[in-house]
Nanobody, 127 residues
Framework: QLQLVESGGGLVQPGGSLRISCVAS????????VGWFRQAPGQEREGVAC????????NYADSAEGRFTISRDNAQSTVYLQMNSLKPGDAGIYFC????????????????????WGQGTQVTVSS
């Protein structure tokens, strides 16, 4: 069974950058599409970015387009989310997730597509 562990969250000033990571274990990450989601207090969990397993197709939420970059290193079983020009509205707990069926397409709109989730890492954007 796949296990996912996020890290790299923290406090950053508005306009700053942060890179968070997600390390997979238990199975090869090669077979999974991966996604990043976030959840602010009192809000629904929303998709941020995703990457499919075989084609490497990437999708971003409108809020992340142009500022965030998702990448993966299958040899290191790690997924990254580089976040630039951070805004207070980007704050929340960031979760990585894996979807076994996302070979050529991935969804940032449907968290129920994802089979495995990490425990999350907190990102705070404040001056």
């Amino acid at each position: 069974q796949l296990q996912l562990v996020e890290s790299g969250g923290g406090l950053v000033q508005p306009g700053g950058s942060l890179r968070i990571s997600c390390v997979a274990s238990g199975e090869s990450l090669d077979y999974y599409g991966v996604g990043w989601f976030r959840q602010a207090p009192g809000q629904e969990r929303e998709g941020v970015a995703c990457m499919s397993a075989k084609s490497g197709t990437i999708n971003y939420a409108d809020s992340a387009e142009g500022r965030f970059t998702i990448s993966r290193d299958n040899a290191q079983s790690t997924v990254y989310l580089q976040m630039n020009s951070l805004k207070p509205g980007d704050a929340g707990i960031y979760f990585c997730a894996a979807d076994f069926t996302a070979d050529y397409y991935c969804s940032v709109n449907d968290r129920y597509e994802y089979d495995y989730w990490g425990q999350g890492t907190q990102v705070t954007v404040s001056s």
